[in-house]
T-cell receptor, first 111, second 112 residues
Framework: EDQVTQSPEALRLQEGESSSLNCSYT??????LFWYRQDPGKGPEFLFT???AGEEKEKERLKATLTKKESFLHITAPKPEDSATYLC????????????FGKGITLSVRP | DGGITQSPKYLFRKEGQNVTLSCEQN?????MYWYRQDPGQGLRLIYY???????QKGDIAEGYSVSREKKESFPLTVTSAQKNPTAFYLC???????????FGSGTRLTVV
């Protein structure tokens, strides 16, 4: 069975304190790994897609990396506006397009 | 602007009632999805449709029904058979496999 585990469940950082969020996965065959940001009461917002081990993508203070077993979302010098829940999801190879999500990591950044 | 519209934003259901949540997209995406989100549970797939007039059950389809008569629309009905319907419901679409989803803003359903 495909599984996605995110850790830690919650993370509190001081503004400017860099850290990483982890997403480990067990799938039969990975087509893609997706990161989303979700603010309270709103729909998730797409951040990155990673397709193969060794791939990296960056956007402002965020950098996503992928290995054969896990992905990391690195946050450099976070600001309070980076506070949100970060969701990781996997899509397996084959004709099916559905995503399997982890439970998310709630990030709080204190000024 | 292209996007996904979910309505209503808030919905209240009485015991024994069926209610329908609306999801419309103007992105010309082929695939559409319904997820349920509960605190601490993450997003769980209810139903999905990869093409008009075809849909498949997800992981938690019991007590729900869908239709896909038009490419733009994928309504979800929460039936009286769903014993614990209070949750945040999210609709999404994607152009094809290998691409990320675009999500709507969600409908919060509460049983009263």
């Amino acid at each position: 069975e495909d599984q996605v585990t995110q850790s830690p469940e919650a993370l509190r950082l001081q503004e400017g304190e860099s850290s990483s969020l982890n997403c480990s996965y067990t799938v039969s065959g990975l087509r893609g790994l997706f990161w989303y940001r979700q603010d309270p009461g709103k729909g998730p917002e797409f951040l990155f897609t990673l397709y193969s081990a060794g791939e990296e993508k960056e956007k402002e203070r965020l950098k996503a990396t992928l290995t054969k077993k896990e992905s990391f979302l690195h946050i450099t010098a976070p600001k309070p506006e980076d506070s949100a829940t970060y969701l990781c999801a996997v899509q397996i190879t084959g004709a099916n397009s559905k995503l399997t999500f982890g439970k998310g990591i709630t990030l709080s950044v204190r000024p | 602007d292209g996007g996904i519209t979910q309505s209503p934003k808030y919905l209240f259901r009485k015991e024994g009632q069926n209610v329908t949540l609306s999801c419309e997209q103007n992105l010309n995406h082929d695939a559409m999805y319904w997820y349920r989100q509960d605190p601490g549970q993450g997003l769980r797939l209810i139903y999905y449709s990869q093409i008009v007039n075809d849909f498949q059950k997800g992981d938690i389809a019991e007590g729900y029904s869908v239709s896909r008569e038009k490419k733009e629309s994928f309504p979800l009905t929460v039936t009286s058979a769903q014993k614990n319907p209070t949750a945040f419901y999210l609709c999404a679409s994607s152009i094809s496999a290998g691409n990320g989803y675009t999500f709507g803003s969600g409908t919060r359903l509460t049983v009263v």
